[in-house]
Each structure stands twice: as structure tokens, then as C-alpha cells.
């Protein structure tokens, strides 16, 4: 099966940055879309930012031009750089796949989800 691994997440200070990356491993045939949402504790799971495979992106609005996304093909890893933080960034960050992966004896289409890792903001 398919495996999101996020990582980078972890504690700063307000106008810091951060640099998240997910890494997906397993039966991959192909990816289409990849993005980063967020989940604030009391909150909504949010998108934060995506990325298709022509590497055409959106941004929440609350993170634009503070946030950038991209991928890597070749190691089937996504990335957001994160600059000037504010505490209201503050949230448990989780890297989405959309592709294509080996499941059994067919291929599936599906989204995948990572575990998440935290990014605490502080003022």
C-alpha cells in the first residue's frame, strides 16, 4: 500500500520558517495531485496548498505568498515551504496523495493521507 511519511514540522518562532516534506513510498504508479491541509485543535481539517502533476498550484488564501509548495518527481515527495509564521499557523499538518497504486492484483485510484506533523507557532 501506499505510504505518506511527513516531516519537518516541529516548534518556532513567529516570522520563522519551516520546510515540510512527505515522502511516499509502496506500489505507486503514478501521482497526480499532491497537497498539504491543516487541523488546528477545535478546527476543521483546511487545505493549505496543492500541486497537480503539471505542477500548477493553490494556495489558501491565508497562506499566500507566506507558503510554497513542490514536488519532486523523481522521489515521489512534496514539499511546503513555510516562511514568516504567525501563530495562527499553528496546527497539526498532513501531506495528501491522489494517484494511482498497486492494490492487490488491480490498480486503484485513491487519496492517501500521512499521519501528520506538528507545527507550533509561537509569539
Known amino acids: 500500500q501506499v505510504q505518506l511519511v511527513e516531516s519537518g514540522g516541529g516548534l518556532v518562532q513567529a516570522g520563522g520558517s519551516l520546510r515540510l516534506s512527505c515522502a511516499a513510498s509502496?506500489?505507486?504508479?503514478?501521482?497526480?495531485?499532491m497537497a498539504w491541509y491543516r487541523q488546528a485543535p477545535g478546527k476543521q481539517r483546511e487545505l493549505v496548498a496543492a500541486i497537480t502533476s503539471g505542477a500548477r498550484t493553490n494556495y489558501a488564501d491565508s497562506v499566500k505568498g507566506r507558503f510554497t509548495i513542490s514536488r519532486d518527481n523523481a522521489k515521489n515527495t512534496v514539499y511546503l515551504q513555510m516562511n514568516s509564521l504567525k501563530p495562527e499557523d499553528t496546527a497539526v499538518y498532513y501531506c495528501n496523495l491522489k494517484g494511482t497504486a498497486v492494490v492487490g492484483p488491480v490498480f486503484e485510484v485513491d487519496d492517501y493521507w500521512g499521519q501528520g506533523t506538528q507545527v507550533t507557532v509561537s509569539s
Open positions: 509502496g506500489m505507486i504508479v503514478s501521482i497526480r495531485d
